[in-house]
């Protein structure tokens, strides 16, 4: 007898649009939520956002975070269970989006996502990432019931950020080739859905590349449609393997080894010029994936990245122990084919 199940999990309200902010009222409205919001926040988008959005609510309260820990979410849940709120509101970038995301989970409430940048596919997903101490958890929780995202706010971003949105889904490329290479090797539970839509979301994305330009509120549409896409890609699955390979995992080596010195959008999308190539060799796709970066201004080099040489080898060498995950990586890669790879690929000057 056919015995398996699966339970996709997505966002009900996807709001997409020139100044759909003002319309965040009405979009929860239309989920039927009891209480009052907490809306979890950090200072920038706060500053930006928060009032324009604590307007729309009776008797809101807010709670700014600053860095993304597992401290911070056991703040935010003692100061949920204080205000006991009805439903979260997420209000920003990555940060105090999964630190939101995870708390609800935790506090079996709803939340909504509200992004004030389209830097990463996370905005909608079911996973929440979050470092602690020499490694990071990437945790199923509930995804957003709905997502308003407000192209006119993301067009006024710093640039930098819809770059690292657009190289997040440009390295879908080569996650998808490792969760298919661990699907042959490891017969790892693979959904052919997940990794056409993660694939198609990345060759969109590129298709579109010269429509993406600073200050343009259409580039902003395009890029959140497609971190959307991305994050419904990783619902479908039940995990971020249809967006997250070796190239995460050598970007999240770097969140360690070098912290806050670049974005993680950028991180993983100068690892996935280097994985395409371990993946196919010197003719493979990696020079189209370095000129796809390029050309939307998301960094090629480590050096553009602010990364010295060494970090990135070390980086590199090191990124299959932070996490039990088969890729082209798995057993990892000795010091010497690491700057290999780097120089070939031009990351590194040798
Ligand atoms: N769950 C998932 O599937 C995924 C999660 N992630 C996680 O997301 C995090 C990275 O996300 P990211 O968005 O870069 O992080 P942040 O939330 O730290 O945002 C990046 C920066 O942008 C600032 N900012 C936010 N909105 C605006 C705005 N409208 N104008 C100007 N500045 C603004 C923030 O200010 P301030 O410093 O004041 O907050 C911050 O300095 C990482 O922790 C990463 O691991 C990444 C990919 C997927
Ligand atoms: O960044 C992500 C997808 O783009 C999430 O992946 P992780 O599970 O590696 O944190
Ligand atoms: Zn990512």
Request: charged share 25%; hydrophobic share 45%; aromatic share 4%.
């Amino acid at each position: 007898m056919f015995e398996k199940s699966t339970w996709i999990k997505l966002p009900r309200n996807v709001l997409v649009g020139h100044d759909v902010l003002d319309d965040l009222g009405a979009a929860v409205g239309e989920l039927y939520l009891t209480g009052r919001p907490l809306i979890v926040t950090s200072p920038t988008p706060n500053d930006i956002a928060g009032d324009r959005v604590r307007a729309q609510f009776d008797d809101p309260a807010t709670a700014v975070v600053k860095e993304a820990s597992f401290d911070a979410v056991e703040r935010l849940i003692e100061t949920a269970e204080e205000v006991d709120p009805g439903y979260l509101i997420a209000l920003g970038g990555g940060k105090p989006i999964d630190i939101a995301k995870m708390a609800a989970d935790h506090l079996s409430v709803g939340f909504v996502s509200v992004p004030t940048v389209a830097s990463h596919d996370g905005i909608v997903s079911g996973r929440s990432s979050i470092p602690e101490g020499d490694t990071r958890h990437s945790v199923a929780a509930d995804p957003p019931l709905a997502v308003v995202a407000d192209t006119t706010l993301l067009a006024n971003a710093p640039w930098r950020l819809t770059t690292a949105g657009c190289a997040d889904i440009i390295s879908n490329y080569t996650a998808v080739k490792d969760w298919r290479l661990a699907r042959r090797l490891r017969n790892v539970e693979y959904s052919e859905y997940a990794g056409a839509l993660s694939e198609m979301t990345a060759e969109l994305l590129v298709e579109n590349a010269d429509m993406i330009r600073p200050g343009l509120e259409e580039s902003s549409w395009v890029v959140v449609k497609a971190l959307v896409s991305s994050g419904v890609a990783m619902s479908i699955a039940g995990s971020s393997r249809p967006a997250s390979g070796a190239e995460h995992l050598i970007s999240h080596q770097l969140d360690r080894i070098a912290p806050g010195k670049a974005l993680h959008g950028h991180q993983v999308g100068v690892a996935s010029i280097m994985t395409e190539y371990l993946h196919s060799g010197e003719n493979g796709r990696w020079s189209a994936i370095r000129e796809a970066l390029a050309e939307l201004d998301a960094p090629t080099t480590a050096a553009e990245l602010g990364i010295d040489d060494e970090e990135l080898i070390a980086a590199l060498t090191t990124a299959h122990e932070i996490r039990d995950r088969y890729t082209i990586l798995q057993g990892g890669i000795n010091e010497e084919a690491a700057i290999e790879v780097a120089s070939a690929t031009g990351v590194i000057e040798r």
